[in-house]
């Protein structure tokens, strides 16, 4: 079965940190660029972080310097470090995983930031 996972979601306050993990099964997970999505109520999803199978990373200006990706293809796992977390950051948090021929997409994860 082709699924992906999200975990780690949560109530955090303001400045504290949050680790989203996203467990991948049913593909070849090495192969695929890993990324991170958030969607806040009202707003268009938009990109935060991504991972190629080199392990090259992207990130959007909004999370630099405070969000860190990684992968463990041993594991078929990708990891979202969230550090100095704000109110904005406040999304449901999706795992991609692209190839050549599909996208797959996780059912997300609530983070919330209190102030």
């Known amino acids: 079965q082709v699924q992906l996972v999200e975990s780690g979601g949560g109530l955090v306050q303001a400045g504290e940190s949050l680790r989203l993990s996203c467990a991948a099964s049913g593909i070849g997970f090495s192969i695929y660029v890993m990324s991170w999505y958030r969607q806040a109520p009202g707003k268009q999803r938009e990109l935060v972080a991504s991972?190629?199978?080199?392990?090259?990373?992207n990130y959007a200006d909004f999370v630099k310097g405070r969000f860190a990706i990684s992968r463990d293809n041993a594991t078929n796992t990708v990891y979202l470090q969230m550090n100095s977390l704000k109110p904005e950051d406040t999304a449901v948090y999706f795992c991609n995983a692209r190839g050549t021929i599909r996208s797959l997409w996780g059912q997300g994860t609530q983070v919330t930031v209190s102030s």
């Open positions: 991972i190629t199978t080199g392990g090259n990373t």
